[in-house]
């Protein structure tokens, strides 16, 4: 594929109707591995990675996974294209900033991609939309099995898979689920889910990963340690606890809706209203703000409007996204506005949210005087 | 009149559709009377109060233009009734305090009003839509000239006419306009205005005289000299620097307009977003969404609406007259939540501003890639 069309184009739908997937926003499962007797990618020379990449990519390119994928060294992609990678969740920070020697390989279904020589020589991840963190599990343990065929891992019997980073050690897995929370923020319970859950191990983290910010309600939940137990353990045990952390957020939609149900209105109205009207927007509040209209998506508020439009306006309207559309450099000001137009310009046939019904019954506006 | 009946109703309309209405929403001129060789209020026992009571209040209903007025002493009405007149900007916070011994009288036009023992023994004023303080002067003349003959007003040849406060002293009158200045405040011109317009010897206050907040961009300018000047040369120096802050005000409409649409529309588009669809609002938020809403009007970004629906809901929605409608006492919390249902209502058939004819010009979106 061409990386202009792809990279131009929105990302293909991840709406699945299921009921989890309101929650649930996408399953990963990412696999670290590293070829033996080669230096890892922090240590290596150019050479060294070079050789490394050449090496890894025509392996991953032969899968028959990998037919008609979209294939790159990091050198030949422009930083706004990386960019563009990263909000779509393809690449790492990190690897955005990788050059000569590094690579990304991505299957045309955009669902198996591969980060050559970022932390580790090879990091290949399946994504899967909603609540399927078994089967991306099933799909990147397929593809892992295939290339264990062609490249000479670093294994230790006793270790497991070597890698960079001893937080990766052993089965080099981390199985995530992106998680959209916003009654648990709303209702003010976040802090302590994330505590409750950093107990049992697993780590919360925001939008991008580590260290970054839970933007938009959005909370990526993943494992901490890749030794001693058996990744179909780790996928078990974050499923589990995937689960627990849905039924927490639909409890807390359910309390909000009843005790507090004008809050919550208010929350999705105004963020209506001012996504269909703003005329200059950051990044940031439209994130938080599209989050809300999300909930109110789920709370089927928005009649004869397709949700889909607010899961691909989180990520085309991210700063990377919006830049691609137009050949000058923007300023951060012009993407504001041009992030409001394009907001405004996809909301402009989304009626306002159906509240009214819901509400009169608890309204004081239904015991008037006389 | 039936006080319930002229309370309960909204205030009628006050618009004129001259030009130089779109900023001044009203003009008032007051005189402040006492009778002769009774103390002022401040000073007077009850029993004096009454007196100076009964001898005006019959007084000033005689009048041929207060047929049919409506008539009340303070401690016949509720703290609500009298909270509603204070919203109208008929009586002040201080008579709206007043109980046994004061008064007020009202024409059924609505545009003639007599505060009976507030700081001084007569306080009549007369109000007018829009610029129309001449108008106004002649009117409040025309009736401190009747009422004379039928009262005996303590003057001093000297002082002139005798006020409870040295800063009313001589002709007794104050003429004031309410101005709404969203663009000198949009452009952060107008701390630069008000300092201006003092070194002239007015006053700028907000929205309810002395000592109050400008809420929605409303000012009201008086003049602060009642001593040695003839009140036509009073009233001739306030029109003559109303006339420059209009002028002030449209040139930074014009600025704003030209150099920052942009950040104008999104301003009005906000503020009409949120209007339309919040489910709960303070009375402060309101007044200041409403009056980028007006200006929204009044640059015709809201086709097929009428701008009184704005004028109106920037009385309705202020916490008495919320509270007029229903029989049971309100929280604050059910008034914000009865506010943004009473908003939503009434804009639900004003559709979105019309800013992408004029914007398209300047959007970076005319400059696509490709």
Known sequence: MNINDFLSSPPLSQHRPEPDDLIVLSSRVRLARNLRQLPFPGFAK??????????????????????????ATMDSLTNLDKQ????????????????????FVLNKEENLCVMINEEDHLRMQSLRPGLQIKEAW??????DSTLEKKLDYAFSPELGYLTACPTN????????????LPALVLSEQINQIVQAVNKLGLAVRGLYGEGTEALGNIFQV?????????ETDIVERLSKVVAQLIEHEQNARATLLEKKSK??????GRAYGILANAHSMSSKESMNLLSLMRLGFDLSL??????????ELFITTQPAHLQKRFTEKLTTEERDFLRADMMRDRLKD??????????????????PAE
């Open 263 to 268: 809050t919550v209105y208010n929350h999705i």
């Open 84 to 103: 563009i990678l990263v909000e779509r969740h393809l690449i790492s920070r990190e690897h955005a900033a990788k050059s000569v020697g590094s690579g």
């Open 350 to 367: 989304v009626s306002r949210p159906m509240t009214d019904k819901n509400e009169s019954r608890r309204s004081p506006l239904d015991k």
């Open 302 to 311: 928005f009649q004869g409007a397709d949700r889909i439009l607010v899961d």
């Open 222 to 230: 993943s494992n901490q340690m890749t030794l001693g137990e058996l």
């Open 46 to 71: 150019k050479n060294d990675r070079v050789r490394v990449l050449e090496t890894i990519r025509p392996a991953v390119e032969s899968l028959p996974t990998m037919v008609d994928a979209f294939s």
């Open 138 to 143: 099933k799909a990147i343990n397929q593809m």
């Open 169 to 180: 050690l052993g089965t080099g897995i981390r199985v995530s689920a992106m998680l959209h």
